[in-house]
């Protein structure tokens, strides 16, 4: 379990005191995929790297697995660190080494066996899918395989607690689900809680299991990712859900609806059929919904006439077919 305490992180400089981050408290769970999201200059990378004290914080304190890293030794942190690895948006692989000895990399320096790292090191590359790509040098990858070299080189001293700071964000849409799925795997069979820091909302809806919103250094809003989805309490959270500019205030005559998509079937015509089965005329509003196996993320916003039995029609039949929805 990591705990974030009251944690501040303050820059000072000539020409000022800078607040990156003021006052964060979350808790993550052993075995969760937790997402930390928001805009640019939010504070979430400063966070990260606060996790694992690579930015020693202000005040307030990390608690690893009961242990408070504020209060370790030099020795001992660089010890607890083995326990959590970490990704990035640039890869970080090291270019004059190939695939297998970027991997054992962290191994060496922790002491171990070269036989021994290797043998871990291929293990990891048969989890990643890159068994083929032993020799292969970072030059000669796509973004997609660098990115899986990462994870591999992350996971390599049995790491307990993955950190990715917008790992996907360089990534185009087929890669980034790829490696979102990777990454699901890995949590799934390897029980590596992963903690994803992005500033797109599709990357938290598709794995995370909660996420906590940044807003000017501080947390907006946190819990579930499917009750924030559903109904969003902070500006930023709907700012974050409705990225083309609040586009639930764009018609005002009649009643809009919000349905959320967290995963089911997405052959399932639940617009159409509702239109059909109602007997009621919707225009689309707003609509950001995604496939990932079969299964739909995302939402639709809709709006129907001002008129109650219309309405009544539309909510029994969303109730009905156990559909997630809100009214604006």
């Not at 790509?133 to 307990?160: E, H």
Request: glycine letters at 6%.
């Amino acid at each position: 379990m990591i705990e974030i305490n009251n944690l501040s992180k303050v820059y000072h400089s000539d020409n000022g005191d800078i607040t990156a981050l003021k006052n964060i408290n979350i808790t993550i769970n052993d075995g969760e995929i937790f997402g930390i999201i928001g805009l640019s200059g939010a504070g979430k990378s400063t966070l990260v790297r606060c996790i694992n004290f690579l930015e020693k914080p202000t005040s307030g304190d990390v608690i690893i697995d009961g242990k408070s890293l504020s209060s370790l030794s030099t020795k001992e942190l660089l010890q607890e660190r083995q326990n959590i690895g970490m990704i990035f948006q640039g890869f970080n692989l090291l270019s004059q080494r190939n695939v297998i000895k970027n991997i054992c990399y962290p191994l060496e320096i922790a002491g171990v066996k070269k036989q021994d790292a290797v043998k871990r090191a291929k293990e990891l590359l048969e989890i990643v899918g890159l068994s083929d790509k032993a020799k292969a040098y970072p030059s000669q990858l796509s973004g997609g395989q660098k990115q899986r070299v990462a994870i591999a080189r992350a996971l390599a001293a049995k790491t307990k607690y993955l950190l990715c700071d917008e790992a996907t964000s360089a990534l185009d849409p087929d890669t980034t689900r790829s490696i979102l799925d990777l990454m699901k795997k890995i949590n799934e069979t390897m029980g590596v809680t992963i903690i994803v820091i992005t500033h797109e909302m599709r990357v938290i809806e598709s794995i995370c299991d909660k996420v906590a919103v940044l807003d000017n250094s501080e947390v907006a809003e946190q819990g579930n990712v499917a009750d924030i989805f559903k109904n969003p309490k902070s500006d930023i959270a709907r700012k974050l859900i409705f990225p083309d500019g609040h586009k639930e205030n764009e018609v005002t005559n009649g009643r809009k609806i919000r349905i959320v998509f967290n995963g089911e079937n997405s052959y399932k015509p639940v617009f159409a059929n509702m239109i059909f089965e109602c007997k009621v005329s919707a225009n689309i509003l707003h609509a950001e919904t995604e496939d990932v196996d079969g299964k739909a993320f995302g939402q639709l916003l809709f709006e129907i006439p001002d008129n109650d039995g219309d309405y009544e029609r539309v909510k029994k039949y969303l109730d009905d077919n156990k559909v997630v929805y809100s009214e604006i």
